[in-house]
């Protein structure tokens, strides 16, 4: 299967559902130098889920929809674009292996030892495939020297899923907070950086909640950036999670962008009710947290994938990551 480098997001989404979206951290700026990428030095994708996989060993498309009894931990091997004329453009899944089904949080951490981890977490209407070439997108985008991994939950990747996507999401919560503490407890680890998407930032915060509740200051010092895009939260409970992070709060940039189409839709659907990722400047930052608006980088029907597409906002993730440092 082929990555697109600069794919489009969720268009059918845009039409009639929903997603997350984009922002900026007060000032959009243009690209800075950057160390070798991790995946360039090591084309692997580490990967959290709970999905069930495809085959024994996994065949594509790798994983499936349908919800796994445990997290599972896995790699994918990765081709990188070729440099022939003829040859692909594209990163590739050569294979996934490294399959563990009985102790994935603990096999993630091992995996991730000593070195920092990019983690994403995807939005709705997603496919694993999908899900992991917006990952790599994001890794080569910001040019991160770390371990790149994706928490993947089972989506039904369909556009009238939306409803069902949230259950699931919601019912992955706990994988993730299993996932990250393990990370955090692992001796001589490096710095975890989340960036959450669309209904995936709702999951994230969650998860983060309960990890702070059940790990305290220790496990959340080894949190680093938190960038939520185009969060697809009612603002209320947005701001009542906010609240039980207490200061790993100011952690948090959110990306948004007041003319996200998606989340107006998912506006409608909840009753009229603001979205975090599309709620004015003003009335985020009163909340605590960074804001990067990327309103004005939005020339698109959707505006939903900035973070993706537009190598300005980008550059928001990498500032944040290195803040953190």
């Known amino acids: 299967m082929q990555f697109s480098i600069s794919r489009l997001a969720v268009v059918c989404l845009a039409a009639f559902t929903l997603s997350g979206c984009v922002g900026d951290d007060n000032v959009l700026t243009s690209p800075r130098s950057a160390p070798l990428p991790g995946l360039t030095k090591d084309p ?193 409970l947005f701001a009542r999670g906010l609240e039980r992070l207490g200061p790993d709060a100011k952690k948090i940039t959110v990306i948004s962008s007041t003319n996200d189409r998606a989340l107006a839709v998912s506006s409608r659907l909840a009753g009229g009710i603001v979205r975090a990722g599309a709620a004015e400047r003003g009335r985020l930052e009163a909340l605590g947290v960074r804001v990067a608006d990327a309103s004005e980088f939005g020339s698109g029907i959707i505006n939903h994938d900035l973070f993706l597409s537009n190598g300005e906002v980008q550059q928001v993730i990498k500032r944040a990551i290195e803040r953190s440092q």
Not at 218 to 225: D, L, T
């Open 44 to 236: 692997k994708l580490l990967i959290a889920t709970t999905r069930l996989p495809v085959g024994d060993p996994p065949k594509e498309p790798w994983f499936s929809s349908e919800r796994a009894p445990d997290v599972i931990y896995a790699e994918a091997r990765l081709s990188p674009p070729s440099e022939s004329l003829i040859g692909s453009s594209e990163w590739t899944i050569a294979k996934v292996d490294s399959v563990n089904r009985t102790n994935g949080a603990q096999a993630f951490a091992q995996a991730a030892f000593g070195r920092d981890l990019l983690l994403y977490i995807h939005g709705y209407r997603e496919s694993f495939e999908t899900a992991a070439a917006s990952t790599i997108d994001l890794s080569e985008g910001i040019k991160f020297p770390g371990a790149t991994g994706l928490f993947t939950w089972p989506s039904a990747a369909s556009t009238f899923s939306y409803v069902a996507d949230r259950e699931s999401a919601m019912w992955s919560r706990d994988a993730l907070e299993d996932v990250l503490a393990a990370i955090a407890k692992t001796p001589s680890g490096g710095r975890i950086h989340i960036v959450a998407h669309s209904m995936g930032t709702l999951l994230t915060l969650e998860a983060l909640r309960m990890l702070r509740a059940d790990g305290g200051e220790s496990v959340m010092e080894r949190i680093g950036a938190i960038v939520l895009a185009a969060p697809d939260i009612d603002i209320d």
